[in-house]
């Protein structure tokens, strides 16, 4: 069934955009994904933070700041799983970002896994915001004792 539904359980469920956003709290990695004018999608991660609703990540010169000069949409996806359980949650968000101030509080900048310059902050405002989260099934986890009964 397409409502997330599997007899009387919950397969997951719809998350709104207040849970979206503190969600993306608990996170610091997700990915930032644009087209090109033929249709090509690139997908990469980024380290990020929020402030208020904008979702603010560093990047140097090349694709995402040239997606972001030319105006086009840029999607946001970070999420958190747990395989064991076979639960987690994803959220998405879509919109348009915009080169920042230099002037930013040096607060704001997301902490890089690696540490290559990224001399331009970019903010997303988020047009849309959504988001689900995987409920545990029964029967994905089993323990096993190994010293005893």
Do not use: Q
Not at 12 to 41: F, I, N, Q, Y
Not at 114 to 133: A, F, M, Q, T
């Amino acid at each position: 069934m397409g409502d997330g539904m599997t007899g009387e359980r919950a397969v997951h469920r719809t998350l709104g955009r207040d849970t979206c956003l503190s969600l993306l709290c608990s996170v610091d990695v997700g990915r930032v994904a644009w087209a090109t004018d033929d249709g090509e999608v690139t997908v990469v991660p980024v380290n990020f933070t929020l402030a208020g609703e904008d979702i603010v990540f560093g990047t140097a010169a090349g694709g995402k700041l040239d997606a972001v000069r030319s105006g086009r949409m840029i999607s946001f996806e970070a999420d958190d799983l747990e395989p064991a359980l076979r639960s987690g949650w994803s959220v998405l968000a879509v919109g348009r970002a915009e080169i920042t101030a230099e002037t930013e509080p040096a607060g704001l900048w997301p902490v890089p896994w690696d540490r290559r310059p990224k001399p331009y902050l970019i903010r997303l405002h988020p047009e849309r915001v959504s988001g689900y989260r995987l409920l545990p099934r029964g029967g994905g986890v089993s323990i096993e004792r190994l010293n005893g009964p």
